[in-house]
């Protein structure tokens, strides 16, 4: 009978501790593995991706040269990885036959209201060319050791590349340049682009001060078809930046019917839409 008892006490004392020590040592796993990996869950309120069935395999299409250029050149570029970017943006973009570039927050992909690494692959897929918006994006005030401020930039491109990108250009965060953000952007990526508004003559000089007009809501069609119109009749690349793209008021964003009308206001001026990487190239041409 004694005998039975200690048996049932062992069994029981097992039963209390293993389910504890087994999500003890899961937990150690998944944190010493998200620290090696970079790997962070997803957001469970997201549905799953449909549209693209590859789950691991990633597609790098190629990005063409630009053969001439007859005019000024105009590059769609957003910021930060929003999800409306690829909900709302992208299909618009589609209908106008249209590439635009995306500057990527390493650590904010795959988190409520940003794009996950499998949307930004399936954005590759289709033509977008994927860049650099730094690890945390830390706007560089210079408060933080050259070490730390070096890694965003170097960090961002590993992990960009280790999931299948091609990362060759950083978009500083908040737009905030020092010289030590120029010499890190000059190590590890081929441009550095600014949020400073202007227009780039072409061939590019200056490839690490690249300038852009950011758009918002308050931005009038007056203003797109003039600054339209500068780069038609200069010869220059003109930058537009796009944040959100949805009706939730923020800041930067534009609602889907602004956003429209913008690309519109693009299509009616006759003016290419070009990836990043393709007017670099015509720099070394």
């Known amino acids: 009978?004694?005998?039975?008892?200690?048996?049932?006490?062992?069994?029981?004392?097992?039963?209390?501790?293993?389910?504890?020590f087994f999500i003890w040592v899961s937990g150690n796993y998944l944190v010493s593995f998200r620290r090696e990996t970079g790997w962070r869950p997803r957001n469970p309120a997201r549905p799953a991706l449909s549209s693209f069935s590859e789950n691991y395999l990633v597609s790098?299409?190629?990005i063409k040269p630009l053969s001439q250029i007859e005019s000024g050149l105009v590059t769609i570029w957003f910021d930060d990885g929003w999800l409306s970017q690829y909900e709302i943006a992208a299909p618009i973009l589609a209908r106008a036959g249209f590439p635009a570039a995306v500057s990527v927050v390493t650590d904010y992909t795959g988190y409520?209201?940003?794009l996950d690494w499998l949307q930004l692959r399936d954005l590759q897929?289709?033509?977008?060319?994927i860049t650099s918006h730094g690890v945390s994006h830390y706007c560089d005030d210079g408060q933080i050791a050259d070490s730390q401020a070096e890694l965003e930039f170097y960090r961002s491109r590993q992990e960009l590349i280790n999931e299948g990108f091609r990362p060759g250009h950083f978009v500083a965060p908040c737009g905030l340049i020092s010289s030590r953000t120029g010499e890190f952007a000059q190590k590890y990526y081929r441009s550095l682009r600014t949020s400073d508004g202007g227009f780039n003559p072409l061939p590019v000089e200056e490839p690490y001060s690249l300038?852009?007009?950011g758009i918002e809501e308050s931005t009038s069609l007056e203003e797109i078809r003039g600054w339209l119109h500068?780069?038609?009749?200069?010869?220059?690349?003109?930058?537009?930046i796009f944040h959100q793209v949805d009706k939730e008021d923020?800041?930067?964003g534009v609602a889907p019917e602004k956003f429209e009308g913008i690309i519109t206001?693009?299509?009616s001026s006759g003016l290419s839409v070009v990836l990043p990487s393709q007017v670099l190239e015509v720099g070394n041409g």
């Open 60 to 62: 790098q299409p190629e």
């Open 250 to 252: 923020a800041r930067y």
């Open 265 to 267: 206001e693009i299509k």
């Open 112 to 114: 409520g209201g940003y």
């Open 211 to 213: 300038k852009a007009f």
């Open 125 to 129: 897929k289709k033509g977008w060319e």
């Open 1 to 20: 009978m004694k005998e039975r008892l200690k048996k049932t006490r062992s069994s029981l004392f097992l039963w209390t501790v293993f389910p504890f």
């Open 230 to 240: 500068e780069a038609k009749n200069s010869r220059s690349w003109l930058i537009f």
